[in-house]
Nanobody
Framework: QVHLVESGGGLVQPGGFLRLSCVAP????????MGWYRQAPGKQRELVAV???????NYADSAKGRFTISKDNAKNTVYLQMNTLKPEDTAAYYCTVGWDPPEYWGQGTQVTVSS
């Protein structure tokens, strides 16, 4: 069983930033692609960003130019740097192994953007 542990969520003002982390013990991120999804109340889950085993990245239109996904293979950790946050970024953010569909999900970390 793969256990993904996210951290870094919280309350931030509009225009602020957060960095989410996802530790994936037992997952070699040099082999597996990783992703970040989010789900806001009453909305469908959205794929926000992905990073392949070769560190190629792709982003949802809503994240382009503001979010950056990266990873540290030695630490089996994936990051999501989120800048210029907007109230519409408020959601639970989930780290995944793979995407469309993911093979494994983390438990989620809440991000709230509000003044």
């Amino acid at each position: 069983q793969v256990h993904l542990v996210e951290s870094g969520g919280g309350l931030v003002q509009p225009g602020g930033f957060l960095r989410l982390s996802c530790v994936a013990p037992g997952i070699i991120s040099s082999i597996y692609g990783m992703g970040w999804y989010r789900q806001a109340p009453g909305k469908q889950r959205e794929l926000v960003a992905v990073i392949t085993s070769l560190s190629n990245t792709n982003y949802a239109d809503s994240a382009k130019g503001r979010f950056t996904i990266s990873k540290d293979n030695a630490k089996n950790t994936v990051y999501l740097q989120m800048n210029t946050l907007k109230p519409e970024d408020t959601a639970a953010y989930y780290c995944t192994v793979g995407w469309d569909p993911p093979e494994y999900w983390g438990q989620g970390t809440q991000v709230t953007v509000s003044s």
